[in-house]
């Protein structure tokens, strides 16, 4: 009984040290190198070229007819590089993005303005809208891909090319 207790007590800590590391990193932008932090500057900000609204995909958005592209990130929740981050890295490459979608990761699902949070594993989203398939997306981590919903989508950040 005794070890029992101490394996617990053990798991509990490795766990608790796990989450901890985890939500440190979300807090900090995640596990990003310099290069997916970078600052995008002049007249390929973010906000110089996108408009950004936060929309709700829960019911039944329609997403418009094109190619999509989504991000491969690493992990199930987010410990990885910035929205921004990513959107920087495709206008620099001269990649001719539409729209793109992000949803953060996270480990519960709670409706806007409800009090009630489902623990499920919500894993974070970003892909893009493109008129034509461009295989330099394939080489920097997305894959092409039908898009019909997000998980958990109340809280979806829209970037729609100005």
């Known amino acids: 009984m005794k070890q029992q207790k101490k394996f617990f007590f053990?798991?509990?800590?490795?766990?608790?040290?796990?989450?901890?590391?985890?939500?440190n990193m979300a807090a900090k932008g995640g596990d990003?190198?310099?290069?997916?932090?970078a600052p995008?500057?002049?007249?390929?900000?973010?906000?110089?070229?996108?408009?950004?609204?936060?929309?709700?995909?829960?019911?039944?958005?329609?997403?418009?007819?094109?190619?999509?592209?989504?991000?491969?990130f690493r992990e199930a929740v987010a410990t990885t590089p910035k929205p921004?981050?990513?959107?920087?890295?495709?206008?620099?490459?001269g990649i001719p993005i539409n729209k793109a979608w992000y949803r953060a990761g996270s480990n519960h699902c709670r409706a806007p303005g409800s009090q009630?949070?489902?623990t499920v594993i919500v894993p974070t989203r970003f892909f893009v809208h493109l008129d034509q398939p461009d295989s330099r997306l394939t080489e920097m981590g997305y894959q092409q891909t039908?898009?019909?919903?997000?998980?958990?989508?109340f809280s979806v950040k829209q970037y729609t090319k100005k």
């Open 10 to 23: 053990l798991a509990l800590m490795a766990i608790s040290v796990w989450i901890f590391s985890a939500c």
């Open 146 to 153: 039908q898009i019909t919903s997000i998980q958990c989508g």
């Open 116 to 118: 009630i949070a489902m």
């Open 40 to 72: 995008v500057s002049g007249d390929n900000s973010i906000e110089s070229n996108f408009t950004i609204t936060e929309e709700d995909h829960s019911g039944g958005y329609q997403y418009p007819t094109g190619i999509y592209y989504d991000y491969q």
């Open 84 to 93: 921004e981050a990513l959107l920087g890295k495709l206008i620099e490459a």
């Open 32 to 37: 990003s190198s310099p290069a997916d932090s």
